[in-house]
Antibody
Framework: EVQLVESGGGLVKPGWSLRLSCAVS????????MTWVRRAPGKGLEWVGR??????????DYAVPVKGRFTISTDDSRNTVYLQMNDLKTEDTAVYFC??????????????????WGQGTMVTVSS | QSALTQPASVSGSPGQSITISCIGT?????????VSWYQQHPGKAPKLVIF???HRPSGVSNRFSGSKSGNTASLTISGLQAEDEADYFC???????????FGEGTTLTVL
């Protein structure tokens, strides 16, 4: 069974940094593409960024609001994906989810349908 | 990238059917058959109920169905049950810098 467990959220001031972790069990980064999304209070979900699997080249893409401030990385030895968040802004306040898709045979849905979600970790940016 | 447009709330009585719309653009729903729907109960992580516009993941009730016409996708829940009361989000692949766009969410109330 695939499980994703996020950690690292907390209360920080604008301009500060925070690193979120997502411990992954039941799959490897050789095959799985990992995505971060967030949900701000009272708002809908927002895509944050994604890292492709090693077998797919490992490319990383970011949403425009976080590009240049957030960095996604993976650690094979810990089977963990990270979201390093720098220069945090009040509008980054949200619950952050680590998520991933799936394949049915050769039909894969890594970027469009997310069947596995972590429980989320809250990030509050406030002065 | 603007969010997809969903009604803020819908309601229905047990046994009835309801439909939630999700309006996008030619840059997302209108071009790609990669529309998904998620159900989220309070305090829980979202659960995928529809992918690829019309497909149900294993284990999801056949009371849930999806469709698309032009730039608008729809989720229909038939035979409403109390357990269906939740928030529902749509999403679409965009192929652009912001790869996935989500709807703002619709709160379903079962009367």
């Amino acid at each position: 069974e695939v499980q994703l467990v996020e950690s690292g959220g907390g209360l920080v001031k604008p301009g500060w940094s925070l690193r979120l972790s997502c411990a992954v069990s039941g799959l490897t980064f050789d095959d799985a593409w990992m995505t971060w999304v967030r949900r701000a209070p009272g708002k809908g979900l927002e895509w944050v960024g994604r890292v492709k699997s090693k077998n797919s080249g490992g490319a990383i893409d970011y949403a425009v609001p976080v590009k240049g401030r957030f960095t996604i990385s993976t650690d094979d030895s810990r089977n963990t994906v990270y979201l390093q968040m720098n220069d945090l802004k009040t509008e980054d306040t949200a619950v952050y989810f680590c998520i991933t898709g799936f394949c049915i045979g050769n039909d894969c849905h890594w970027d469009d349908a997310f069947s596995i979600w972590g429980q989320g970790t809250m990030v509050t940016v406030s002065s | 990238q603007s969010a997809l447009t969903q009604p803020a709330s819908v309601s229905g009585s047990p046994g009835q059917s309801i439909t939630i719309s999700c309006i996008g653009t030619t840059s997302d729903i209108g071009t790609y058959n990669y529309v998904s729907w998620y159900q989220q109960h309070p305090g829980k992580a979202p659960k995928l109920v529809i992918f690829g516009v019309i497909h149900r993941p294993s284990g999801v009730s056949n009371r849930f169905s999806g469709s698309k016409s032009g730039n608008t996708a729809s989720l229909t829940i038939s035979g409403l049950q109390a357990e269906d009361e939740a928030d529902y989000f749509c999403s679409s692949y965009t192929g652009k810098t912001n790869l996935v766009v989500f709807g703002e969410g619709t709160t379903l109330t079962v009367l």
